[in-house]
C-alpha cells in the first residue's frame, strides 16, 4: 500500500487508490496546536473524529452542501473524492473565542450579531495569516467569484451545522472549512468536520472549563479530550438526524 502514499498532514495521511479521481484517508491519533509547536497522541481520537465527520458530511450532503465525501471505508478511513485543494481557511463564527478575542478584544463568549466569515491562507511558514479579499485576488489564490461562492457556502454550512448540534444542546461557537475544486471546477466542502476543526460548548453545563468539547481541551491541557469527542459522537448518533449512523 505504500506506494500509494501522497500526503501526511497533521491529523491525516491521504493515499491514492487505483481510481485517479478518488482519495483514501486515513485519520490519525496525532494531535497538533499552535502552528504545530504543541504535539501529542491522544488514543481513540482518529476513530472518533473519522465517525464524527462522516456523521456530518452526510447530514450536509442529504442538505444539499456539496462535498467530498463518499464513503466511510473502515474505522478510521474515509473514501473522498479527489480534488484541488482552495488554499483558504474558511472560518465561521457565531461566539467570540480564540483569535478573535485576541485579534478584537471581543471578550470570550460574546455572540456575534451575525455570523462572521473570515480567510485564512493555509501556509505553515508563515503560520496562517488572516487575509482580505483583496489578498486572495493579489496572490490568485481564488478568484472573487469563488470568494462569494466560499462565503456563500460557509454560511449555508454553518446554518445545517447549527440545526444539527442544537438538539445536542451543544452551542457551536466556531469552526474552520477548507474546500477544493473537482475536475468540473465545483468547489466542494473537501475536509473533515469535527472537534478538531469547530468549536462545541456543552449547553449542560455553564462551567467554562467542563463545557469545552473540542480541541481547546488539548490545546490549554483540560484532559478527558478523547472523552469529550465521544460525548459528541454519542449525541450525533443519539440525535438520529442521519439513519443508520
Ligand atoms: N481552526 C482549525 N485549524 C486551524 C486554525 C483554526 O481547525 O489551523 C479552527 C479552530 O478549531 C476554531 C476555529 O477554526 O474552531 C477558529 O480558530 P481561531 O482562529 O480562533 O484560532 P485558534 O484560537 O484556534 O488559534
Not at 38 to 49: D, F, W
Not at 138 to 151: D, F
Not at 180 to 206: F, I, K, M, Y
Request: aromatic fraction near 8%.
Amino acid at each position: 500500500m505504500n506506494d500509494l502514499f501522497l500526503y501526511e498532514g497533521k491529523a491525516k495521511i491521504l493515499y491514492r487508490t487505483t481510481d485517479p479521481t478518488v482519495l483514501r484517508v486515513v485519520y490519525k491519533d496525532d494531535a497538533t496546536a499552535f502552528n504545530a509547536q504543541k504535539r501529542s497522541t491522544i488514543a481513540g481520537k482518529g476513530e472518533l473524529n473519522c465517525a464524527i465527520a462522516t456523521y456530518i458530511l452526510q447530514y450536509l450532503d442529504t442538505q444539499g452542501i456539496p462535498t467530498h465525501f463518499l464513503s466511510q471505508s473502515s474505522s478510521r478511513e474515509m473514501l473522498v473524492q479527489a480534488v484541488t485543494i482552495v488554499p483558504l481557511e474558511v472560518v465561521v463564527r457565531n461566539l467570540a473565542a480564540g483569535s478573535l478575542c485576541q485579534r478584537t478584544g471581543i471578550p470570550l463568549g460574546t455572540e456575534l450579531a451575525r455570523p462572521l466569515v473570515e480567510f485564512f491562507y493555509k501556509n505553515d511558514v508563515l503560520g496562517d495569516p488572516l487575509f482580505t479579499e483583496d489578498h486572495i485576488d493579489l496572490l490568485h489564490l481564488a478568484t472573487p467569484e469563488q470568494v462569494q461562492s466560499l462565503k456563500r457556502l460557509a454560511i449555508d454550512i454553518n446554518h445545517h451545522l447549527q440545526t444539527l448540534f442544537a438538539p445536542c444542546r451543544l452551542t457551536l461557537v466556531d469552526f474552520k472549512l477548507e474546500f477544493g475544486l473537482n475536475a468540473s471546477g465545483q468547489l466542494l466542502l473537501a475536509d473533515e468536520v469535527s472537534p478538531d476543526t469547530c468549536r462545541l460548548w456543552d449547553q449542560v453545563t455553564a462551567d467554562p472549563q467542563e463545557r469545552i468539547l473540542d480541541k481547546d481541551r488539548f490545546r490549554h491541557d483540560l484532559g478527558k479530550v478523547a472523552d469529550a469527542y465521544a460525548e459528541v459522537l454519542k449525541r450525533l448518533q443519539e440525535s438520529g438526524k442521519v439513519k443508520g449512523l
